[in-house]
């Protein structure tokens, strides 16, 4: 079992940046493939990004060219140009494999929120 441990979230105004983090313990997770899923308030939880433990990267069209996911010993989340419809609680997951990952099908993190004002 990872746990999954998410922060750098906070409040931005639009065009800002921040930097989100997803510290893992419990196992070895290099071999694990890592995502970032957001929820926004009364919508469903979408996926944002995923990395696989080879590099392999991949993003939502909605976020492509804004925000870039990079991992080390944690995984990241570096937003850029955010705008107010990238508010929401963003959330970190890890799966061995990486379809479960883009599926949403992983271990999760509690969140942390973003909020980006007009």
């Known amino acids: 079992q990872v746990q999954l441990v998410e922060s750098g979230g906070g409040l931005v105004q639009a065009g800002g940046s921040l930097r989100l983090s997803c510290a893992a313990s419990?196992?070895?997770?290099?071999?694990?493939?890592m995502g970032w899923f957001r929820q926004a308030p009364g919508k469903e939880r979408e996926f944002v990004a995923g990395i696989t433990s080879g590099g392999f990267t991949w993003y939502a069209d909605s976020v492509k060219g804004r925000f870039i996911i990079s991992r080390d010993n944690a995984v990241y989340l570096q937003m850029n140009s955010l705008k107010p419809e990238d508010t929401a609680v963003y959330y970190c997951?890890?799966?061995?494999?990486?379809?479960?990952?883009?599926?949403?099908?992983?271990?999760w993190g509690q969140g942390t929120q973003v909020t980006v004002s007009s």
């Open positions: 419990g196992r070895t997770f290099s071999n694990y493939a």
């Open positions: 997951t890890a799966d061995p494999s990486s379809t479960k990952v883009r599926l949403g099908g992983g271990s």
